[in-house]
C-alpha cells in the first residue's frame, strides 16, 4: 500500500506547485523564475505520482491489499491531469525554434543604454557584444534601426505618440516597478530622444526592459529609431524581444497597426 500513498502524496504536491507557482508569480507573491521553475517541477512530481500508482495498481490487485486501491487510482488521475497539460506546455515552448538569447538590439556598436531601468543599476544592464552578438546575427534576421523621413525632433514625437499607443496599462511611474501585466513607460529624456520601459508578461508577471532613441539619420530630413528589448530573468526569451522590437516598428510605420505590440 505503501506505493498507492506514494502516488496520491505526489499527485497533490503536484497539484499545490502548479497553483503556487503560477497563482503566486501572477499575484506578485513569488519571483517569476521561482514560479516558473515551480511549474516545471510540477511536471517531474506527476510524474512519480503516476509511476507510483501504476506500481500501486499491481501490489492491490491481490483481496487482500484491494483498499489500497482507489488511492492509486486517485494518484492517477490527478498526475495526468497535472502531467498532460503541464507536459504539452512544457513541449510547445521547448519545441520553439528561439536561441539562448536575452538581449536584442538594432545597433551593435552602439546599442541603447539603459539609464533609469526600475528596481535595477544601469551597470547592470550593459550590453554583452562578445556574447550576444553571434547569437542574434546567426539566429535572427537583420534587425536594422527604423528610418523615418523626419527630422529628430519630429520623429522623437511620432515615437512617443507610439509608445503611448502601445502603452496598455498606467502613466508614466518613475522608478516604481510595475505589478501588472503590460507596457509601462518609466523614463523619458527630450534631450537625447530617448524613452524607456518595462513590459510584463500576463502569466508568471516575468518583466522585459526596452530603451527606444531617435538619432539623426543619413539626410538632412531623416531619423533612425535604434531600440533595444532585454530579459530580466533567464538567458532565452523565446523571441519575445526580438517581436517586441519587430512590432513596434511595424506599430511606429505610417499606416502601422496600433494593437501590435502587445505583450506576450
Known sequence: MV???????????AVLLV??????????????????????????IAILALLFGLIGLARTAVPERRPGRPKAIAGIVLGLLIAVPVGFTMWRWWSMPYPNINDITTDYDNPPQFVN???????????????????????????????????PDAAFASMKAAANAARLVGPQMADQIPAGPGWFIVYVDPATRTIEGVETSYLFRFRDDFVIQVRPGPGANSSLVEMRSRARDGTGDFGANYNRIREFFALLKPGGDSGAASPP
Open 19 to 44: 497553483e503556487m507557482g503560477v497563482a503566486g508569480a501572477h499575484l506578485g507573491a513569488i519571483p517569476p523564475m521561482i514560479g516558473f521553475l515551480a511549474f516545471l517541477l510540477s511536471f517531474v
Open 117 to 151: 531601468p526600475p528596481g535595477l543599476l544601469a551597470d547592470s544592464m550593459k550590453y554583452d557584444r562578445a556574447r550576444l552578438e553571434p547569437i542574434q546575427s546567426k539566429y535572427y534576421p537583420q534587425l536594422d534601426p527604423l528610418r523615418l523621413d523626419e527630422k
Open 3 to 13: 506505493p498507492a500513498w506514494l502516488s496520491i502524496f505526489n499527485a497533490i504536491f
